[in-house]
């Protein structure tokens, strides 16, 4: 490990769970939480305890907004679902002599049934038409209140029993909302960091980024979400009650309100989406000027606040689309010195090859069709532990489909793939999160960096598959970074490398997880002489402490010095199979594959 | 009996009235793929300009459209320009989702500001008129909406299909980049037909506001339910939004005289859902536009 | 014809090109030959303007052209057969021609140059009212390829033209692709089987890693040891 780059060997703090703000931000965001108590209680006026209090409303359910189209990128249009039902059910209950404090965990739950129900199958739908769907689920959600008149008092609305004090969290005066409000921001607030710094959090920003990626990662893709979603409806519910309970009044058109549910998502674009406090930002500076246009303005002024919003909102979409956030971190960051991303890599030392074991995969007459073309046609071998096998072919011949469903991303029309696990029984797994949890890790040949993620954090994607704490994740991703010649790209955005630096990055996502079968598509495509001469040694050290590997390769110098066996697939049928060198003599290869020229050179 | 087909016929009036609203939609989201959350809100403006024309200068609402069309045209082709195009590069829905919903938000409060929230009526200059054809009633209106929805789906449908023009149109939907090597201006092609579609939308508002009143929030009503005849008819395919227009505006029609009226929406949305998440291609779309639907 | 000085090209944050230097006079053919991932399709997609260089120049007939767009230089009489082919997949065979001579110089002209280029691609008459889509991957290749020509370029570019068919139908595009170069025009190609290109092509640039290592006539490169070594698997 001597011969690591000089920028590698300075020692490093040890790996924290969460990255430290900068302490000037961490002090602006002080003030900013101290302002929203201080302010009001110094002023000491109604109105301005009002602002305030919906400051702390329309933060709290932006922040909660923002876990699921932040963090995860499903840009919910329909929020006020859940702020409805927690207003709904927080009032409901109270009529029934039930306290809001009870109440609201009541909206909380139902909110997450929901929440579940109407997502997942909305999951399947990408940008414009998940937004589209929320909305109108909305809409539904909207007439039904209207609908069922007996429960929810229909279009004339509900007001709430006029019982006073803590229990009813009905007040005269304003201080006690404000500390509610207050106190639920920060408990959202808290919630959102705990999120999006644990496991869940890196999870649900690879689904964002890449879902396949995050996918061939482990990542349960879909259940992750759900959680997002569920936690997202949870706390939108909650706040939803106690703002009923400010409110005092509630109808069916403020509740399910489509303005509504476009203003949480816009607070959290303008402070910065997908951050942990980008929504209260933008809370804090756009609720005020609703609130005071509608206080000083009055009827007068009607749509001048809204149309400030939409035009904001254009702005800060044109010019700022990072957000406020956005802004403040560029106005912290140092730059990145840009070097060539060359640090070699550190295979490691070399321990005597281990012997070929017993299977650990089988693949049994594996067939697709994609219309009317046969892609894959009765493909079948095996895989040996700490074996290499070489698959080649000409472009078209179905290699990549061939890993698509030994990986779980592709249903065979029929066939079986199966994998030993550790403990000697077979299992035949059929989801991707199946395979990488039997140990199977693909790389993927157009590779697919998390892009806004730094490099180390793509790494810890793949370290979470074993390492649930993220502690021993990033220095599990460290290790494996520097080990790929990473190290100095840590804390790079992965967007940043190049294409040589994309495909070191797809090998170590998927080494972090500590595989047992390596499946590797074309990574040494697109590198020079020496990178691929390294990039053997590395996949050789690989082999050596014990992974299986199958590599879909055309640098036939590679294939040619690294494979234990070649499978050769040509128009979705293997045309021929065995030790590299015969395999190359073959005159079915030469004829589709390798070409004359290639004999007579290696002759 | 009489009564069914009475509520048949208003059905398919709806669906033409769906139709002429959603064209241009369709034709925005299949060439430019982009979802214009600020549809509506063109309808809308296209409707106040025929009120101020109308009850202005005492013409008829018809008339209007020598000046709706044109501003609606020039708006649509700038938000292409101005908002959409800088934000095609980063690939990004999202920002797109928010643009357009920033717009629309703009627009309403605008005309919030402008007309306030009172409802502006346009002189109806014998529209409202009932005919009756064999045993139903409709208005000499929506006869009209129904004949110019057919006539534009069929015009586009030619432009598209015969015109140099509406080859590189078409060019452009099918592959940006080699509509750009054979030497299609791409950005002005967008930019085009987003205002041919805005365009589209102000013929409908001409038609429509003689029958319907005008708010700031009109564009708002319409337009969610032509979101849900684009998705329906096939992301794109403006024949299949014409037949998907008339299938919802006779899901609305029989939903609402059988069910029950404030049922509707229920019944059209739930529609709705069911396509986006069974057939998310579409009723009448040929194939899975991978693009926008993972499979 | 056409000049590249000191040009530097990539996408977003990334440099894929670092001071590309060629040029092309008219009547050649030029190859570029190098690794997958090199920046071969990226300098042919910079020449056509759908890249814009970072820093550098590029000059066509004497004028500067470094910032026109992808259009402007078809205008110009500059046409990239693009990698992959990139057919309009829902047009008929014919519409994608006509669209092929989208150009206002060829537009004049099209229904002559589409009865020459028909000539020159008997199997794409065949399929003319076909959708593009329909077709297999040499006959889209050949539509592409006969797509290029109705531009009546200047400068005729190819990507890969031979990437991802069946060795049969390779052979088949080559002699069509030998067929043109030998007709005259300019041409400047990129292609995965150097042996054969560098036997039909006039010179040839040797691209790693971004930047032009190695420029010779093309039985020179032949020759080469390096290029012997890394290219010809010799």
Same mark, same amino acid.
């Given at each position: 490990?001597?011969?690591?780059?000089?920028?590698?060997?300075?020692?490093?703090?040890?790996?924290?769970?969460?990255?430290?703000?900068?302490?000037?931000?961490?002090?602006?965001?002080?003030?900013?939480?101290?302002?929203?108590?201080?302010?009001?209680?110094?002023?000491?006026?109604?109105?301005?305890?009002?602002?305030?209090?919906?400051?702390?409303?329309?933060?709290?359910?932006?922040?909660?907004?923002? !876990?699921?189209?932040?963090?995860?990128?499903?840009?919910?249009?329909?929020?006020?679902?859940?702020?409805?039902?927690?207003?709904?059910?927080?009032?409901?209950?109270?009529?029934?002599?039930?306290?809001?404090?009870?109440?609201?965990?009541? /909206?909380?739950?139902?909110?997450?049934?929901?929440?579940?129900?109407?997502?997942?199958?909305?999951?399947?739908?990408?940008?414009?038409?998940?937004?589209?769907?929320?909305?109108?689920?909305?809409?539904?959600?909207?007439?039904?209140?209207?609908?069922?008149?007996?429960?929810?008092?229909?279009?004339? @609305?509900?007001?709430?029993?006029?019982?006073?004090?803590?229990?009813?969290?009905?007040?005269?005066?304003?201080?006690?909302?404000?500390?509610?409000?207050?106190?639920?921001?920060?408990?959202?607030?808290?919630?959102?960091?705990?999120?999006?710094?644990?496991?869940?959090?890196?999870?649900?920003? $690879?689904?964002?980024?890449?879902?396949?990626?995050?996918?061939?990662?482990?990542?349960?893709?879909?259940?992750?979400?759900?959680?997002?979603?569920?936690?997202?409806?949870?706390?939108?519910?909650?706040?939803?009650?106690?703002?009923?309970?400010?409110?005092?009044?509630?109808?069916?058109?403020?509740?399910?309100?489509?303005?509504?549910?476009?203003?949480?998502?816009?607070?959290?674009?303008?402070?910065?989406?997908?951050?942990?406090?980008?929504?209260?930002?933008?809370?804090?500076?756009?609720?005020?000027?609703?609130?005071?246009?509608? =206080?000083?303005?009055?009827?007068?002024?009607?749509?001048?606040?809204?149309?400030?919003? +939409?035009?904001?909102?254009?702005?800060?979409?044109?010019?700022?689309?990072?957000?406020?956030?956005?802004?403040?971190?560029?106005?912290?960051?140092?730059?990145?010195?840009? @070097?060539?991303?060359?640090?070699?890599?550190?295979?490691?030392?070399?321990?005597?090859?281990?012997?070929?074991?017993?299977?650990?995969?089988?693949?049994?007459?594996?067939?697709?069709?994609?219309?009317?073309?046969?892609?894959?046609?009765?493909?079948?071998?095996?895989?040996?532990?700490?074996?290499?096998?070489?698959?080649?072919?000409?472009?078209?011949? @179905?290699?990549?489909?061939?890993?698509?469903?030994?990986?779980?991303?592709?249903?065979?029309?029929?066939?079986?793939?199966?994998?030993?696990?550790?403990? /000697?029984?077979?299992?035949?797994?059929?989801?991707?999160?199946?395979?990488?949890?039997?140990?199977?890790?693909?790389?993927?040949?157009?590779?697919?960096?998390?892009?806004?993620?730094?490099?180390?954090?793509?790494?810890?994607?793949?370290?979470?598959?074993?390492?649930?704490?993220?502690?021993?994740?990033?220095?599990?991703?460290?290790?494996?970074?520097?080990?790929?010649?990473?190290?100095?790209?840590?804390?790079?955005?992965?967007?940043?490398?190049?294409?040589?630096?994309?495909?070191?990055?797809?090998?170590?996502?998927?080494?972090?997880?500590?595989?047992?079968?390596?499946?590797?598509?074309?990574?040494?495509?697109?590198?020079?002489?020496?990178?691929?001469?390294?990039?053997?040694?590395?996949?050789?050290?690989?082999?050596?402490?014990?992974?299986?590997?199958?590599?879909?390769?055309?640098?036939?110098?590679?294939?040619?010095?690294?494979?234990?066996?070649?499978?050769?697939?040509?128009?979705?049928?293997?045309?021929?199979? /065995?030790?590299?060198?015969?395999?190359?003599?073959?005159?079915?290869?030469?004829?589709?594959?390798?070409?004359?020229?290639?004999?007579?050179?290696?002759? | 009996?009489?009564?069914?087909?009475?509520?048949?016929?208003?059905?398919?009036?709806?669906?033409?009235?769906?139709?002429?609203?959603?064209?241009?939609?369709?034709?925005?989201?299949?060439?430019?793929?982009?979802?214009?959350?600020?549809?509506?809100?063109?309808?809308?403006? =296209?409707?106040?300009?025929?009120?101020?024309?109308?009850?202005?200068?005492?013409?008829?609402?018809?008339?209007?459209?020598?000046?709706?069309?044109?501003?609606?045209?020039?708006?649509?082709?700038?938000?292409?320009?101005?908002?959409?195009?800088?934000?095609?590069? #980063?690939?990004?829905?999202?920002?797109?989702?928010?643009?357009?919903?920033?717009? #629309?938000?703009?627009?309403?409060?605008?005309?919030?500001?402008?007309?306030?929230?009172?409802?502006?009526?346009?002189?109806?200059?014998?529209?409202?008129?009932?005919?009756?054809?064999?045993?139903?009633?409709?208005?000499?209106?929506?006869?009209?909406?129904?004949?110019?929805? !057919?006539?534009?789906?069929?015009?586009?449908?030619?432009?598209?299909?015969?015109?140099?023009?509406?080859?590189?149109?078409?060019?452009?939907?099918?592959?940006?980049?080699?509509?750009?090597?054979?030497?299609?201006?791409?950005?002005?092609?967008?930019?085009?037909?987003?205002?041919?579609?805005? $365009?589209?939308?102000?013929?409908?508002?001409?038609?429509?506001?003689?029958?319907?009143?005008?708010?700031?929030?009109?564009?708002?009503?319409?337009?969610?339910?032509?979101?849900?005849?684009?998705?329906?008819?096939?992301? /794109?395919?403006?024949?299949?939004?014409?037949?998907?227009?008339?299938?919802?505006?006779?899901?609305?029609?029989?939903?609402?005289?059988?069910?029950?009226?404030?049922?509707?929406?229920?019944?059209?949305?739930?529609?709705?859902?069911?396509?986006?998440?069974?057939?998310?291609? +579409?009723?009448?779309?040929?194939?899975?536009?991978?693009?926008?639907?993972?499979? | 014809?056409?000049?590249?000085?000191?040009?530097?090209?990539?996408? +977003?944050?990334?440099?894929?090109?670092?001071?590309? #230097?060629?040029?092309?006079? $008219?009547?050649?053919?030029?190859?570029?030959?190098?690794?997958?991932?090199? +920046?071969?399709?990226?300098?042919?997609?910079?020449? $056509?303007?759908?890249?814009?260089?970072?820093?550098?120049?590029?000059?066509?007939?004497?004028?500067?052209?470094?910032?026109?767009?992808?259009?402007?230089?078809?205008?110009?009489?500059?046409?990239? !057969?693009?990698?992959?082919?990139?057919?309009?997949?829902?047009?008929?065979?014919?519409?994608?021609?006509?669209?092929?001579?989208?150009?206002?110089?060829?537009?004049?002209?099209?229904?002559?140059?589409?009865?020459?280029?028909?000539?020159?691609?008997?199997?794409?008459?065949?399929?003319?009212?076909?959708?593009?889509?329909?077709?297999?991957?040499?006959?889209?290749?050949?539509?592409? !390829?006969?797509?290029?020509?109705?531009?009546?370029?200047?400068?005729?570019?190819?990507?890969?033209?031979?990437?991802?068919?069946?060795?049969?139908?390779?052979?088949?595009?080559?002699?069509?692709?030998?067929?043109?170069?030998? #007709?005259?025009?300019?041409?400047?190609?990129?292609?995965?089987?150097?042996?054969?290109?560098?036997?039909?092509?006039?010179?040839?640039?040797?691209?790693?890693?971004?930047?032009?290592?190695?420029?010779?006539?093309?039985?020179?490169?032949?020759?080469?040891?390096?290029?012997?070594?890394?290219?010809?698997?010799?």
């Amino acid at each position: 490990m001597s011969t690591a780059s000089p920028t590698t060997t300075v020692p490093r703090a040890a790996p924290a769970g969460a990255p430290a703000l900068p302490r000037w931000q961490a002090a602006g965001l002080a003030l900013v939480l101290a302002a929203l108590v201080a302010v009001p209680i110094a002023v000491d006026n109604a109105f301005v305890y009002h602002v305030f209090i919906t400051i702390c409303v329309f933060a709290a359910l932006s922040t909660a907004w923002n !876990i699921v189209g932040g963090f995860t990128g499903q840009l919910s249009l329909g929020h006020g679902i859940f702020y409805g039902i927690g207003a709904y059910a927080g009032v409901i209950l109270a009529g029934l002599g039930i306290t809001p404090w009870l109440g609201m965990f009541a /909206g909380a739950a139902l909110a997450v049934i929901v929440a579940v129900a109407i997502s997942y199958p909305c999951f399947r739908l990408r940008g414009p038409f998940f937004s589209l769907a929320t909305i109108a689920f909305l809409e539904v959600f909207r007439v039904l209140a209207l609908h069922f008149r007996e429960v929810t008092g229909g279009a004339t @609305g509900l007001m709430i029993p006029l019982k006073l004090g803590w229990e009813w969290m009905v007040f005269r005066e304003r201080p006690p909302q404000l500390a509610i409000a207050f106190g639920l921001l920060l408990a959202t607030l808290a919630v959102a960091w705990f999120v999006r710094w644990r496991r869940l959090g890196y999870y649900l920003v $690879a689904t964002r980024e890449r879902e396949s990626a995050a996918q061939a990662a482990g990542v349960d893709t879909v259940r992750v979400r759900l959680v997002a979603v569920s936690v997202s409806g949870g706390l939108t519910a909650i706040v939803g009650t106690f703002h009923a309970m400010y409110l005092t009044y509630i109808e069916p058109a403020a509740m399910f309100s489509l303005t509504l549910s476009i203003q949480i998502a816009m607070f959290a674009l303008i402070g910065g989406i997908g951050t942990v406090f980008g929504p209260l930002l933008g809370a804090v500076l756009l609720v005020p000027i609703t609130e005071l246009a509608r =206080g000083w303005l009055g009827a007068k002024a009607l749509g001048l606040h809204g149309l400030v919003y +939409g035009l904001v909102l254009m702005l800060v979409v044109l010019f700022m689309p990072n957000g406020l956030m956005g802004l403040v971190a560029r106005l912290g960051r140092r730059p990145a010195s840009r @070097g060539a991303q060359a640090a070699p890599a550190v295979p490691a030392a070399a321990a005597a090859r281990p012997a070929v074991g017993a299977e650990i995969l089988r693949v049994e007459g594996l067939q697709k069709h994609f219309g009317g073309l046969h892609v894959t046609n009765d493909v079948g071998f095996t895989l040996r532990e700490g074996e290499i096998l070489g698959l080649i072919g000409p472009n078209g011949a @179905g290699k990549t489909t061939v890993f698509n469903m030994i990986s779980g991303f592709l249903r065979a029309d029929s066939g079986r793939v199966s994998v030993r696990a550790p403990d /000697g029984t077979w299992h035949q797994p059929v989801s991707p999160a199946d395979f990488a949890g039997l140990g199977v890790g693909r790389t993927f040949q157009i590779v697919q960096p998390f892009a806004a993620m730094t490099v180390e954090e793509n790494i810890m994607v793949g370290a979470f598959h074993r390492h649930a704490d993220v502690r021993e994740a990033r220095a599990v991703a460290r290790e494996t970074a520097h080990r790929m010649g990473l190290g100095p790209w840590l804390d790079v955005e992965a967007r940043g490398l190049t294409i040589g630096g994309f495909k070191r990055l797809e090998v170590a996502r998927v080494m972090a997880m500590q595989p047992r079968v390596l499946l590797l598509d074309e990574v040494m495509a697109g590198i020079n002489q020496t990178d691929v001469r390294r990039a053997i040694d590395l996949m050789l050290s690989i082999r050596d402490s014990g992974v299986s590997i199958i590599a879909i390769e055309h640098v036939m110098q590679a294939v040619m010095s690294l494979s234990d066996r070649v499978i050769v697939l040509n128009s979705g049928r293997i045309i021929a199979e /065995g030790r590299p060198q015969e395999v190359v003599r073959d005159p079915v290869v030469v004829e589709a594959y390798l070409g004359k020229e290639f004999v007579h050179a290696q002759a | 009996m009489d009564i069914l087909l009475q509520v048949l016929a208003n059905g398919l009036m709806l669906g033409g009235l769906f139709a002429i609203v959603s064209v241009g939609l369709t034709l925005i989201f299949g060439i430019v793929k982009v979802v214009n959350f600020a549809h509506g809100e063109f309808l809308m403006l =296209g409707m106040y300009g025929t009120y101020l024309v109308t009850s202005a200068l005492g013409l008829h609402p018809f008339v209007a459209v020598i000046a709706v069309v044109p501003v609606l045209f020039i708006l649509g082709a700038l938000t292409q320009r101005l908002l959409i195009q800088p934000l095609m590069a #980063s690939g990004d829905d999202h920002i797109q989702i928010f643009a357009t919903v920033g717009l #629309s938000t703009a627009l309403i409060n605008l005309a919030l500001l402008v007309f306030g929230a009172d409802i502006a009526n346009t002189p109806p200059h014998g529209l409202r008129a009932p005919v009756e054809i064999g045993p139903v009633r409709v208005l000499t209106g929506q006869i009209v909406i129904f004949l110019a929805a !057919i006539a534009l789906v069929v015009g586009l449908q030619a432009f598209l299909a015969r015109t140099q023009t509406g080859r590189a149109i078409r060019a452009v939907a099918q592959n940006r980049a080699a509509a750009e090597l054979m030497g299609i201006d791409v950005k002005r092609i967008y930019a085009l037909t987003f205002g041919i579609g805005a $365009a589209c939308v102000g013929v409908a508002a001409v038609l429509v506001a003689p029958l319907y009143p005008t708010s700031p929030n009109s564009g708002t009503y319409f337009v969610l339910t032509a979101f849900v005849v684009v998705v329906l008819g096939g992301l /794109g395919s403006i024949g299949g939004a014409f037949a998907g227009s008339l299938l919802i505006g006779l899901i609305d029609s029989v939903a609402g005289f059988y069910v029950g009226s404030d049922m509707r929406e229920i019944a059209v949305f739930g529609v709705f859902l069911l396509i986006l998440i069974l057939r998310p291609s +579409g009723l009448f779309g040929s194939r899975l536009k991978l693009a926008h639907v993972s499979p | 014809m056409l000049r590249l000085e000191g040009v530097h090209a990539g996408y +977003g944050a990334t440099t894929i090109l670092h001071d590309v #230097s060629l040029d092309v006079a $008219a009547g050649e053919v030029v190859t570029i030959i190098g690794a997958n991932g090199a +920046g071969k399709t990226t300098t042919l997609r910079t020449i $056509a303007g759908l890249l814009t260089p970072t820093a550098g120049r590029i000059t066509f007939e004497g004028q500067d052209v470094t910032r026109l767009s992808g259009h402007e230089m078809v205008e110009r009489g500059v046409t990239l !057969i693009p990698e992959g082919r990139q057919l309009f997949p829902e047009m008929s065979v014919r519409e994608n021609l006509l669209m092929g001579a989208y150009r206002r110089a060829a537009r004049a002209r099209q229904a002559e140059t589409l009865e020459e280029v028909l000539e020159l691609f008997p199997r794409v008459r065949e399929r003319l009212d076909q959708n593009a889509g329909s077709l297999s991957g040499g006959e889209q290749q050949m539509v592409a !390829i006969a797509r290029g020509m109705m531009a009546r370029p200047k400068l005729l570019m190819f990507d890969e033209p031979s990437l991802g068919l069946a060795p049969i139908i390779v052979s088949q595009v080559f002699a069509v692709v030998d067929r043109i170069v030998r #007709s005259g025009v300019t041409v400047l190609i990129v292609e995965q089987n150097v042996f054969h290109t560098l036997q039909v092509a006039d010179r040839g640039y040797v691209l790693e890693n971004g930047e032009i290592v190695l420029r010779d006539e093309a039985k020179a490169l032949l020759a080469n040891d390096h290029v012997r070594r890394a290219y010809l698997g010799i």
